[in-house]
C-alpha cells in the first residue's frame, strides 16, 4: 500500500515539474526562442516516467467484470 502512495506521490510531483516546464517555456519564449525550445523537451521528458509510473501503478490482478 505504501508504493503505491509513494507511486502517486512521485507522479503528482513529476506532473507540477513538467506543467512547471512548460509555463516557463511559454515566458522566456519571447525572449529566448532557443531555450524555450530547451524547456519544452524538458517537460516532455518528464512526462514519459510520468506515462510509465501510470502504467505500473495499475493493478494487474484485478480483472474487470468478473464475479465469482
Sequence with gaps: MKIKLLIGTITIIMTAISILFFRVAGIIGAAYPALSALCIVSGG???????LFAVLSVPTHVHIGKKR
Excluded at 45 to 51: M, Q, T, V, Y
Design 45 to 51: 521528458l518528464l512526462i514519459i516516467p510520468l506515462i
